[in-house]
């Protein structure tokens, strides 16, 4: 379903960017750019299956309920 690949995707970006840090010199301002970008995509994907995990029991999201 679209939960499950939206996620697998946000975990490859993280996954990328977490190789993308590695490359990099530590203390170049790429290093802590790549980390920082990596740690989003993981929240993504954390969001994500938790919204995922709602929907599967008939749940209303809890990110579009937020605005209300």
Not at 2 to 24: H, N, T
Not at 54 to 64: A, D, E, N, Q, S
Request: aromatic share 8%.
């Amino acid at each position: 379903n679209l939960f499950r690949i939206a996620i697998g995707m946000e975990q490859r970006a993280a996954a990328y960017f977490d190789r993308c840090a590695q490359d990099s010199a530590a203390d170049a301002g790429s290093h802590q750019l790549y980390r920082e970008l990596a740690a989003e995509e993981r929240e993504h994907a954390d969001l994500l299956r938790t919204e995922y995990a709602r929907w599967r029991t008939g749940k209303p999201g809890h990110v579009l309920d937020q605005g209300r």
